[in-house]
């Protein structure tokens, strides 16, 4: 059951493999698997307002306005256009989000360039709809390109970077046309009725690409976004002709063209979910911290538990997390995100070896056990609130032959002893919520 009715899937894509892929994007994708954890943010026009990201101005995306900012939809779309006029994040500080990630285990950042509703956290040339913009009071900072000065954070702390980017762009009269009513997400006429309008849409998005594909140092992803442009809707983004130029200035480029399928969705990213399928490709979760990507006041954050569970499960089926995080509009982390990273890092820096450059294991789950490998180790972790019998592990049901294994507490570092081939868990382990145990497996004689 989706959630929210903002989520594009296609579960054709997500089965498909892989066809050719340059040597750097292979070298890349390996890279990205080895990383495991990252982080995405959300931030923009919708932080002032406190709604659901920009989902609000789409009048077919009712479901967004349960709570609507204003009752008259014309009404709503004026305000929020202007709400430039309001962007001023005076608390931002990008090196304190970045050592703050850092701690808590993220390996990789993504950061939303510009969500659905056009406004661009980058100084782009090609729009005046931008945080540096004259009518952004924020344009006077020292810090007024947002994105170069996320990105320069990170980089130092050592974090791979990505760029989230809307093929949408709902404040361009070459989408959105002045004076129409769209009555949906999508462009508010058909470009095949009139091409020239869609072609120089086209061209407004591959300039915007090729800015931040080459004004931004090394770019590690592109993660685009808004699904919906795409062919079937007569949305055609000519992606073979952008995605090599962009590729010769980042020839590791990982590309993500959600939803789209083909030679440009190098990973696929479902939803808010953990797939029961498994993607034939490289795959990540992307989940947010909070019910919502953006910051709203008063939003409903997951407990830990729900976020450490997930991890495991992400991890043992062979995925990465990534993990979002909505900045408040004083350009602060909210409290609740900042514990929850706190005790992310605080658990990563005791069990992360079982987790970070790890690969799915043959088995990858027996009952509430969960399990990755690396080399000639397997990790095994224990949901210990899930069951109220005192755990156990068959180590024939891991086809590992029992007179050949270690076996050792992540967090005690203390041996375990072998029975019957079985390893048992103690009183102890079990106070815990996820008991972290490493398998080293040798060979005989």
Request: proline letters at 9%; aromatic letters at 16%; a positive charge.
């Given at each position: 059951m989706k959630i929210r009715q903002d989520i594009e899937e296609n579960s054709q894509t997500q089965q498909e493999a892989y066809g050719e892929l340059p040597l750097e994007v292979k070298r890349q994708l390996e890279q990205f698997q080895d990383d495991k954890l990252g982080v995405i943010f959300h931030w923009g026009l919708y932080a002032v307002a406190g709604i659901v990201e920009s989902w609000q101005l789409s009048e077919e995306d009712d479901w967004a306005r349960k709570k609507p900012w204003r009752n008259d939809l014309n009404q709503l779309r004026r305000d929020y256009w202007q709400l430039e006029e309001s962007f001023n994040p005076q608390k931002f500080c990008p090196e304190d989000w970045a050592v703050l990630c850092k701690q808590a285990g993220f390996n990789y950042m993504i950061f939303t360039t510009k969500h659905h509703d056009g406004f661009n956290m980058y100084d782009t040339q090609a729009s005046e709809y931008k945080v540096s913009g004259e009518h952004c009071p924020f344009h006077?900072?020292?810090?007024?390109?947002?994105?170069?000065?996320?990105?320069?954070?990170?980089?130092?702390?050592?974090?791979?970077?990505?760029?989230?980017?809307?093929?949408?762009?709902?404040?361009?009269?070459?989408?959105?046309?002045?004076?129409?009513?769209?009555?949906?997400?999508?462009?508010?006429?058909?470009?095949?009725?009139?091409?020239?309008?869609w072609q120089k849409y086209q061209q407004f998005v591959f300039s915007q690409l090729k800015e931040i594909c080459s004004s931004y140092g090394d770019i590690d992803i592109l993660w685009l976004d808004a699904g919906w442009v795409n062919s079937a809707n007569n949305e055609y983004l000519a992606m073979d002709e952008i995605i090599p130029q962009l590729r010769e200035k980042q020839p590791q480029l990982i590309v993500v063209d959600r939803t789209i399928g083909g030679a440009y969705e190098n990973y696929v990213t479902p939803e808010r979910k953990v797939p029961d399928t498994l993607p034939e490709k490289v795959w990540e979760s992307n989940i947010p911290l909070a019910k919502n990507w953006g910051y709203v006041p008063n939003d409903e954050y997951k407990s830990f538990e729900e976020i450490l569970s997930l991890l495991i499960k992400i991890v043992s089926k062979g995925g990465n997390l990534l993990l979002g995080v909505g900045p408040k509009l004083d350009g602060t982390l909210p409290k609740e995100a900042v514990s929850l990273l706190a005790q992310l890092g605080d658990w990563l820096q005791i069990y992360g070896q079982g987790i970070y450059g790890t690969r799915k294991n043959s088995v990858s789950q027996i009952d509430h056990w969960y399990f990755t490998k690396k080399g000639q180790t397997i990790y095994a972790f224990h949901f210990n609130k899930e069951t109220e019998a005192v755990p156990e592990l068959c180590l024939d049901e891991l086809a590992v032959d029992a007179s050949v294994v270690t076996v050792s507490g992540l967090k005690s570092n203390d041996r375990y002893l072998i029975q019957n081939g079985k390893i048992q868990l103690t009183e102890k382990d079990q106070r815990e919520f996820v008991t972290g145990i490493e398998i080293q497996i040798g060979t005989e004689g």
């Open positions: 006077t900072n020292q810090h007024k390109d947002i994105f170069k000065t996320v990105v320069d954070a990170f980089r130092k702390e050592g974090l791979s970077i990505g760029a989230y980017y809307s093929k949408a762009d709902w404040s361009s009269p070459l989408y959105w046309e002045p004076e129409s009513r769209p009555v949906g997400r999508y462009a508010s006429y058909d470009p095949l009725e009139k091409p020239r309008k």
